[in-house]
Structure formats: structure tokens, C-alpha cells
């Protein structure tokens, strides 16, 4: 399905950016994987990749320096020849409630969540437009959509992440660019695995399916986005919530 194509994915090392990662490597792409984390995780998200017969490379950068993502595109491109997917997954958290937030907390999440996007699709557009053809996939939340109580920075953040798409949409669709987003609701991940119990069943409790999703559910979405059957769709927010936010 994605043969011979090139994905470049932020905070591929873990959790949904993983599970990207190695179900996109699984449909034949070849993974540039972009993590600001653990290098042994990064190492060992690559073996599981490569065992997929791709070529895959990780690369440290913090997607919120404009300047070092300009480095890295280039160091990409220097190392595939091309760049044909990109996934802006990479993002932290930094929760308290607004009467608790520092100008600190507000500003490192936005600036990872948000600006980072934008640096990586800065960068990575030019490419696209001289090979008139590229697909992106912005992971936002549906925290973004309908807020969340201690979550202002975030929410703020995947909610800029939203229009960013749109506009991204509507600049590069005649040069055959798609920009999409996934809003996913509550995946099991490390982050939300490191909730108390109780919050994580007061979590599941609102959600219609009653259970949280997995990071494989937004992985084969994430797939579909990059693949010829999406080639018509752009600007779309898709929410993969177990019904959450309806």
C-alpha cells in the first residue's frame, strides 16, 4: 500500500507515534523516526521496524526549534532522497489546572504541540510542492475539539493544531498535498497509563464503547490517510474517540 514511500514521523518512539511507525513500515514504507526521548527506545522501535524489511533511521531533534528542524528535513532527505508522509505526532503534557499554570507549562506545551507541527510542515512542504504530491497527518485530541479541565495548555495547543490543518489544506491542495487529523480520545499509552486508577475509570465511564482505544486503532487510520484511497481528502479532522465527543 505504501511501498517505496517515505514517512517521516515526530515522537515515533512510543506509543501512537509507534504504532504509526511500524504499521506504516508494515504496508512498505520506509521510516525517517523523529524522537526527542530515550535513545535505546528509539533503537529498539527502529529493530522492530527494520524487521519489516524497510529502511529505517531515527534521528534526535526537538520539533519546537525551527532552526534544527531545518537541519534535520535536510539530513532526511539527504539519507532517503525523499519524503512523501509526513505524521506530526510528537507532544507532552504538562497539566494543571489554569489557576496553577505558569507561563512555563503554557508555553513548552504549545511550543512542542503546536509550533513543532508547524516547524516540520515549514520545512517539509517545499519538498512536496516541487514533487506536487505529499500527504500530512496532524495528531490532535478531541481535548482540542471540547476541552478538558486541567488541560488549557493542551487543549489550546490541539486545538490550534485543527486550524493549522485546515489552512494547510487549503494552501497546498492544487499541488496535490493532503492535510489531515486525528483526534483521538483515550488510547492506551504510557500517558494515560500513568493516570491514577480512578481517573481512568472515571475516563472510560463517559465513553459509549466503554473502553479506551489502542494505538493500533489510530495506526491503521493513520495508513489509510497516507494511502491512495484518502487521495480525496483534505482538511478533515477524524475523531477516533470510542464515541466520546459526538
Not at 534535520?72 to 539519507?79: C, K, P
Given at each position: 500500500m505504501l511501498k517505496g514511500k517515505t514517512a517521516v514521523i515526530t515522537?515515533?518512539?512510543?506509543?501512537?507515534?509507534k504504532a504509526i511507525a511500524l504499521e506504516m513500515a508494515a504496508n512498505g514504507a520506509n521510516i525517517a523516526l523523529v524522537d526527542f526521548g530515550s535513545a535505546a527506545v528509539s533503537a529498539e522501535t527502529c529493530e522492530l521496524i527494520r524487521a519489516s524489511g524497510v529502511q529505517v533511521k531515527s534521528y534526535s531533534c526537538d520539533v519546537a526549534d525551527h532552526k534544527k528542524t531545518e537541519a534535520?528535513?535536510?539530513?532526511?532527505?539527504?539519507?532517503f532522497g525523499s519524503i512523501d508522509i509526513l505524521v506530526n505526532n510528537a507532544g507532552i503534557t504538562s497539566d494543571k489546572l489554569i489557576i496553577s499554570m505558569s507561563e512555563e507549562?503554557?508555553?513548552?506545551?504549545?511550543?512542542?504541540?503546536?509550533?513543532?507541527?508547524?516547524?516540520?510542515?515549514?520545512?517539509i512542504c517545499p519538498v512536496f510542492m516541487r514533487r506536487r504530491g505529499g500527504r500530512i497527518i496532524n495528531i490532535?485530541?478531541?481535548?482540542?475539539?471540547?476541552?478538558?479541565?486541567?488541560?488549557?495548555?493542551?487543549?489550546?495547543?490541539?486545538?490550534?493544531?485543527?486550524?493549522?490543518?485546515?489552512?494547510?489544506?487549503?494552501?497546498?491542495?492544487?499541488?496535490?498535498?493532503?492535510?489531515?487529523?486525528?483526534?483521538?480520545?483515550?488510547?492506551?499509552?504510557?500517558?494515560?497509563?500513568?493516570?491514577?486508577?480512578?481517573?481512568?475509570?472515571?475516563?472510560?465511564?463517559?465513553?459509549?464503547?466503554?473502553?479506551?482505544?489502542?494505538?493500533?486503532?489510530?495506526?491503521?487510520?493513520?495508513?489509510?490517510?497516507?494511502?491512495?484511497?484518502?487521495?480525496y481528502i483534505t482538511g478533515e479532522v477524524i475523531k477516533a474517540d470510542g464515541g466520546l465527543y459526538i
Open positions: 515522537g515515533g518512539a512510543k506509543g501512537i507515534g534535520l528535513v535536510e539530513q532526511i532527505l539527504a539519507d507549562d503554557f508555553d513548552k506545551v504549545i511550543a512542542v504541540n503546536l509550533k513543532g507541527a508547524f516547524n516540520m510542515i515549514r520545512h490532535t485530541s478531541v481535548a482540542g475539539m471540547m476541552g478538558n479541565a486541567g488541560q488549557a495548555n493542551y487543549a489550546a495547543a490541539k486545538a490550534g493544531v485543527i486550524g493549522l490543518t485546515k489552512t494547510v489544506a487549503k494552501e497546498f491542495a492544487s499541488r496535490n498535498i493532503t492535510c489531515n487529523a486525528i483526534a483521538p480520545g483515550f488510547i492506551r499509552t504510557d500517558m494515560t497509563g500513568a493516570l491514577p486508577e480512578k481517573v481512568q475509570e472515571a475516563a472510560v465511564s463517559q465513553i459509549p464503547m466503554k473502553r479506551m482505544g489502542e494505538p493500533a486503532d489510530i495506526a491503521h487510520l493513520a495508513v489509510f490517510l497516507a494511502g491512495l484511497g484518502a487521495s
